[in-house]
């Protein structure tokens, strides 16, 4: 007899971007493992590209829609009291924003722009009256979610398990991190809250090692590593569309606390004196005002081509045609390891990534999918031999160990996922 999953996912497909991708592959092939799936997610309408499109309330009514794979509830926005009354009321007064957070994180509130307790709160109690799980999933972030873990576990007999995506605060994973007062005031107050919160958790899921420790400091039980992985069957579908032009890609959002000197450095000096038959595509980037004046300064126009965020596919139809997959290293970061990184290594293209990533290399040390460099010189060097090389060939010859990086698939994590539900519901309260 299947068991009943219920999926609490603020962010799920059309919604763009990563973190949608997560949730959805669970849905795909928990049935597989006689599973049966309900997601509560906000209505999401796909267009969403920037952060103003990402937090802009939404007032459709609740829907509930049968899918292929799984039942899927989508619900409006709804936004805590007080902070409505500040942001209509109070937002332009001089000082009064650093004392209405503070006082908010006081009580518990973090993340207020994306507020998923109060958008599921309320629906979940009536919701749960009527509907029994055997196990709730909490996908996090954004940050407020833990908050419903009580009221779950008071409306429902479910385990739960809670899987961090993200960290409460992804600065902590800084190698020498020294937060100011303002910000340690904060940390620990989303950290007492968290662990009041995970007091009603079972199991909890992360994406990275380096979250494992984050969580063991404020949870006792078990912790369990489960990549983020990549979508097989979608990347699979899509055939290598010859380039006219060498090209070098780069895919994602890109972040202001990225090192990004090396990398761009390394490409100015590339580019000098070449011809016009290399194309430098920054995919996903052009909403993002800073980074795209930064990558101007860097990139003459001739070269570089621009898009804004796209859609899943289109993203990975422009990893899978790129001759070179550039990315950055986290390396001022503790295992940081984000879902282009597997993006990239299903293509089987070459990555280049600068600066070294202790992470990454390890990773790349078992697939092969590509190199480090820690220099502008070695960076310059590896561009070279592979434009020689596509200039002679028409293509880069590489070989990524691709039945390594099989084992990274969305269906194979969900299936950990699965499992883990499967042993969490057999393991005594």
């Not at 799980?133 to 576990?153: F, H």
Request: charged share 15%; with cysteine; net charge positive.
């Amino acid at each position: 007899m299947d068991k009943t999953v219920l999926i609490i996912a603020y962010y799920f497909p059309p919604v763009k971007g990563a973190a949608p991708w997560r949730p959805y592959s669970w849905c795909q092939y928990f049935g597989q493992q006689q599973l049966k799936t309900t997601v509560i997610t906000r209505h999401w309408q796909g267009f969403e590209s920037n952060w103003a499109q990402m937090t802009a309330p939404n007032f459709e009514p609740p829907k509930v829609g049968i899918e292929k794979d799984y039942t899927l509830i989508q619900l409006p926005t709804k936004a805590w009291c007080l902070y409505t009354f500040y942001r209509n009321y109070l937002f332009k007064i001089p000082g009064l924003s650093a004392l209405f957070f503070a006082f908010a994180a006081a009580l518990g509130r973090f993340g207020l722009e994306v507020d998923a307790y109060t958008t599921f709160a309320a629906y979940l109690i009536n919701h749960l009256k009527t509907n029994n799980y055997d196990a709730i999933v909490v996908t996090y972030p954004p940050s407020n979610l833990l908050k419903l873990l009580p009221l779950l576990r008071k409306h429902s007999r479910a385990k739960i398990i809670v899987d961090f995506r993200d960290w409460l605060n992804n600065e902590m994973l800084q190698h020498n991190y020294k937060p100011g007062i303002k910000q340690q005031y904060l940390n620990y107050c989303q950290s007492c809250y968290a662990k009041k919160h995970l007091k009603f958790a079972d199991a909890v899921t992360v994406v990275t090692p380096a979250f494992t420790p984050l969580v063991q400091a404020l949870y006792k039980g078990p912790v369990h590593l489960i990549y983020n992985g990549y979508e097989h069957e979608l990347l699979a579908s899509l055939s290598k569309q010859k380039q006219r032009k060498f090209t070098i890609a780069y895919i994602g959002n890109m972040y202001a606390n990225m090192n990004m000197d090396l990398l761009l450095d390394g490409l100015q000096i590339f580019l000098k004196n070449k011809t016009h038959n290399i194309q430098v595509q920054f995919i996903g980037v052009a909403s993002q005002q800073a980074m795209l004046q930064k990558i101007n300064a860097f990139i003459p126009q001739p070269f570089l081509i621009t898009t804004p965020m796209l859609d899943k596919q289109e993203a990975l139809q422009y990893t899978k045609n790129a001759d070179v997959l550039l990315q950055f290293g986290w390396t001022d970061y503790n295992g940081i390891v984000g879902t282009k990184t597997f993006d990239y290594m299903a293509s089987g293209n070459p990555i280049l990534l600068a600066p070294a990533d202790v992470v990454m290399q390890q990773l790349f040390d078992k697939t092969n999918a590509g190199i480090t460099v820690s220099t502008t010189h070695l960076f310059v060097q590896a561009l070279e031999t592979w434009y020689d090389e596509w200039k002679q060939n028409g293509h880069i010859k590489w070989h990524t160990h691709l039945g390594v990086v099989e084992t990274y698939s969305r269906k194979n994590q969900s299936n950990l996922m699965a499992a883990l539900i499967f042993e969490t519901l057999n393991t005594p309260a």
